[in-house]
Structures are given as C-alpha cells and as structure tokens.
C-alpha cells in the first residue's frame, strides 16, 4: 500500500490544525520561536494509524508504507522550511510557519521542489502558511 501525500497526508493535517488552530494565537508573538512539539502532536492526530513512529534521526516521521517526510513549524517562515529537507534528506516537508503571503513559497523558482499542497488560514489574529513539498520527480 502506498499513501498519496495529497489526499491521504495533507488533507486530513490541514482540517486537523485548523480545527485546532485556536492553540496557535498565544505562540505567534514569540519570534522565531520553534513549535514543532504541537506540529508533530497534531499530525500524529491527523494520521492516525498511518504513522509507524517519530524518528529522532533523519526525517522526524515514518509512515506504514515506508515514507518518511521532515517537519517543521516555527512563528516565522523561511525557504529552508521546505527546501531544507529536500536537499538533506530527499523527502516530503510537511510545514506550518507565519505565512500571511503564499508566494513565499508559490515563488519559488527551485527545480528540485513540487509544491504538493498549501493552505494559508487565520488563527483569528494571525495568518499562518502550512503546506507539503517534496523532491520533484524527474521529467514533471
């Protein structure tokens, strides 16, 4: 069995985080602050029986078909959210950073990401990026 990372990964992560997005609002005002020990409680949440552990080495999720992908979240946002992994690792980067503008990631101009899915939502005072890439496939 293999998981699409579209429908069975990045769809049921966004409807879980902005079904608790409300727990973001009092993180925001603390820059740079990293927030990915409720990133990872939430996509646990999200997938479920999909996951098959949280790795401490190399990319921080495991699932039952054997695909590894990075995490990470912070208050601010930067290119290294998504393009950090796949340059390390060669995987999936699952991400949730400040992101009231999508083009910093929709403009990214790097030929080794395909931007599987974004979503930018408000905690109701905040606005917030979260989005799935992985290493472009070759020949797409």
């Given at each position: 069995m293999s998981f699409d990372l579209k429908a069975d990964v990045f769809e049921p992560v966004v409807e879980r985080i902005i079904a608790r997005r409300d727990s973001l609002v009092n993180v925001k005002p603390f820059p740079r602050t990293g927030i990915e020990g409720w990133f990872k409680v939430e996509i646990i949440a999200a997938l479920e029986d999909m996951v098959k552990a949280l790795q401490n080495k190399g990319p921080d999720l495991l699932l039952k078909d054997g695909t590894r992908i990075e995490l990470k979240a912070a208050t601010d946002f930067?290119?290294?959210f998504f393009a950090g992994p796949i340059r390390k690792y060669n995987v999936p980067s699952l991400f949730l950073g400040d992101g009231p503008d999508p083009t910093k990631l929709t403009s990214c101009a790097d030929p080794a990401i395909e931007i599987v899915g974004y979503k930018v939502f408000s905690d109701g005072r905040n606005d917030w990026l979260l989005g799935l890439v992985r290493p472009k496939i070759s020949g797409t």
């Open positions: 930067h290119k290294g």
